[in-house]
């Protein structure tokens, strides 16, 4: 199917436990990106990609770890879960193309108990 | 930095007024962008309508507008008649290059 899929749409995972959230995008955008979505924080951006294998930080990366060996992957992995990294996971994705808008995934949201 | 301020956290109106979501933000750069986004209950995220800095113009969809004033770093989104599948989280967000910087977000209810 065309378009950004995020992988799984929900997961429970306990405090310790090393999970990755998968992200696929079909049409081959440079840019790809990940958000964590938190009530009163609006969307902060963890991580982003500017094209296959390279990435750089945004703003809140700590606990958190990505790679992009291939332009349509973007998985966003948590080394070890905390209950602070609960939260709602946006991927996107967006043409090299400065004016252009970010097209985003379905979520994914995470609970670590 | 960037910075994307949206004071209203809450919005409940009556269906059929009209309605004004305000967006502020913060850059330096004299090149940058501007974005709204709608998130249904269903939780994803619509894009709405991007502006770039050097375009001032306000812009109307249907019931939409938008009011873009530089000299006071604001990017207000008005809805006209309001409807309830108009009820809504809405971002504005702020870009340029790589990064896309969001502001809190307006939850916006349209009662019937």
């Known amino acids: ?113 | 930095a960037q910075k994307v301020t949206q004071a209203q956290t809450e919005i409940s109106v009556v269906e059929k007024e009209d309605v004004t979501l305000d967006c502020v933000y913060e850059t330096r750069d004299t090149t940058y962008y501007l974005f709204w986004y709608k998130q249904p209950p269903s939780g994803e995220l619509v894009f709405l309508i991007r502006r770039n800095s050097f375009d001032e113009q306000n812009e109307i969809s249907g019931r939409y507008s938008w009011n873009f004033q530089k000299s006071t770093s604001s990017f207000n989104f008005t809805i006209t008649a309001s409807q309830v599948v108009d009820s809504a989280v809405y971002f504005c967000a702020l870009g340029r290059a790589q990064k896309l910087v969001f502001g809190q977000g307006t939850r916006l209810t349209i009662n019937p």
């Open chain 1, 1 to 113: 199917d065309a378009g950004i899929t995020q992988s799984p749409r929900y997961k429970i995972t306990e405090t310790g436990r090393q999970v990755t959230l998968m992200c696929h995008q079909t049409w081959s955008h440079s840019y790809m990106f990940w958000y964590r979505q938190d009530l009163g924080h609006g969307l902060r951006l963890i991580y982003y990609s500017a094209a296959a294998d390279i990435t750089d930080k945004g703003e809140v990366p700590d606990g958190y770890v990505v790679s992009r060996s291939k332009t349509e992957n973007f998985p966003l992995t948590l080394e070890s879960a905390t209950r602070s990294q609960t939260s709602v996971y946006f991927c996107a994705s967006r043409p090299t193309v400065p004016n252009t808008e970010a097209f985003f995934g379905q979520g994914t949201r995470l609970t670590v108990v």
